[in-house]
């Protein structure tokens, strides 16, 4: 699992950037549906008062003038979503499963990649046979699969898919890239337990369009896979399971605090109340004190506050140094994760490396930089590109001496790392037939982990315990 541009190191990056716009004399415009009153004060540099909901709020160059403008954006509907928590998932598929034969179009969105292709393989097949659609969407497919079923689901469950919308149920299953930018229009959703803005970002994929053909069943209805406020303060890790290494236990607990008591919520106008009362800052004791003070320092399982921070300070430009190109992994996480190149073969003779792709197209890589134009190594570079996906160091396969893929002429259209690094930084894995991951001399690719990888679950990493 990675942390890429959390709360706090986005939170420092974005700060030395305004600040550095506002001293160029730049105007700066930033957009969020989530941002609490204290983020916003901190990137304005002075107090703000309304807490109206939407809100503008600008800021004139220090320079020119002072004063603060606040405009409240009025509200010309408001959507009221039933939220219900929910303890266990057995509970939650049998109603998405439920609803789905009705007709309705589901959405459930799990915190972890590994859940959620456990959720949709839970589901697949019981959905099947109902007359049901099932698909999922995550971070560990390749681009060129990645943007396939985006597109197709982006379709169904948007503006494009109404004509189809009534032909059948269905269920999407991913992860946090379901609340990023995909317009989506759900009529019910079920969603593991976040923090509250990534609540509030899933729960605007549902019930997106008041003029949305809908199953005459449906209602704009949440449900949140939950534990109870008593049982996640006694143990998060427990509690909350794999969300526990995703987000931070403390922060999770807070959100927690502020929803178990809801029965429903109005859209847009609980966004403000419920980020405020969330993310603002108090004294603790106890259990809370110890949850806030490893959010801060970290401990064994993520780092705290404090270094991520200083992690994102090191991604700002220092009197025009940055970091080298190499050190690019560290930026933004304290995660690695590395680029795994997939084929389904690949072998070199005379003077060309030859490999086949995923989909059974073979491609052949010329050794000799002159045998092929700059536009034609450009586009061996774009289709080689669609074959990748990025995974932890836990999951990867072994790594292989640069040299080696120096001899397939591998570094023609990729970066295998500096010249005196004797490891490449891209990994390359043979997937077969059956979707086993292996090693370019015929190994399993894992030790630890059975690597697979298939156009429809992705790439997976199964414990050789299970």
């Known amino acids: 699992m ?39 004060d901190a990137l304005l540099q002075q107090s703000t008062t309304s807490e109206a909901y939407p809100l503008i709020t600008a800021a004139p160059s220090a320079e020119r003038e002072h004063g603060l403008v606040e405009i409240g954006v009025p509200v010309t509907e408001n959507t009221t979503v ?23 179009q ?13 959720t949709y393989l839970d589901l697949a097949s019981r959905a099947v046979e109902a007359g049901c659609e099932t698909g999922l969407l995550h971070s560990r497919f390749t681009p060129q699969h990645r943007n396939r079923h985006e597109q197709r689901w982006v379709a169904l469950y948007g503006r494009a898919g109404w004509p189809q919308r009534k032909q059948c149920g269905r269920i ?61 303060l006694a143990n998060p890790g427990f509690a909350f399971g794999m969300s526990a290494m995703v987000y931070s236990p403390y922060v999770l607990c807070r959100s927690l605090e502020v929803w178990q008591a809801i029965p429903s919520l109005s859209l847009p106008g609980d966004i403000r109340p419920l980020i405020d009362q969330t993310y603002t800052e108090r004294a603790e004791e106890g259990t809370w004190a110890t949850l806030l003070h490893e959010l801060k320092n970290g401990s064994r399982f993520r780092s705290g506050e404090q270094a991520l921070q200083s992690l994102a300070k090191l991604t700002l430009s ?28 690949l072998r070199t003779q005379d003077g060309i490396t030859y490999m086949r792709l995923l989909d059974g197209a073979e491609l052949t890589l010329p050794h000799g930089r002159h045998r092929l134009s700059r536009a034609q190594w450009r586009q061996l570079a774009v289709v080689l590109n669609q074959q990748l996906v990025r995974v932890s160091p836990a999951f990867c396969p072994p790594t292989i001496a640069k040299s080696e893929l120096e ?16 490891e490449a930084l891209l990994r390359v894995a043979i997937v077969s037939p059956a979707g086993e991951l292996k090693t370019l001399d015929g190994r399993p690719a894992g030790d630890k982990y059975t690597l697979e990888y298939s156009e429809y679950l992705g790439f997976r990493a199964i414990s050789k315990k299970e």
């Open 2 to 40: 990675k942390f890429i541009l959390t709360i706090y190191t986005l939170a420092t990056i974005l700060n030395a950037l305004v600040e550095f716009l506002r001293q160029i004399d730049c105007t700066v415009i930033i957009l969020s549906a989530t941002l609490s009153q204290t983020r916003r």
């Open 82 to 104: 039933i939220l219900h928590s929910c303890r266990k998932d057995e509970s939650a598929r049998e109603e998405a499963l439920r609803r789905a034969e009705l007709g309705q």
């Open 318 to 345: 220092t009197g025009g140094k940055t970091l080298p190109e190499h050190k690019a992994e560290t930026r933004y996480s304290d995660r690695d994760t590395h680029d795994l190149l997939l084929l389904r073969g």
């Open 172 to 232: 999407l299953v991913g992860t946090q890239v379901l609340e990023q930018s995909l317009d989506i229009d759900a009529d019910f959703l079920v969603s593991r337990f976040a923090p509250t803005d990534m609540l509030l970002q899933r729960l605007g994929r549902l019930w997106r369009h008041t003029d949305t053909p809908r199953h005459a069943s449906a209602k704009a209805e949440c449900w949140l896979l939950s534990p109870s406020l008593e049982s996640a």
């Open 106 to 118: 589901v959405l459930w969105i799990e915190n972890t990649i590994a859940e959620a292709q456990q």
């Open 407 to 422: 001899k397939l002429h591998l570094q023609e259209v990729f970066y295998l790392g500096r010249p005196e690094d004797d």
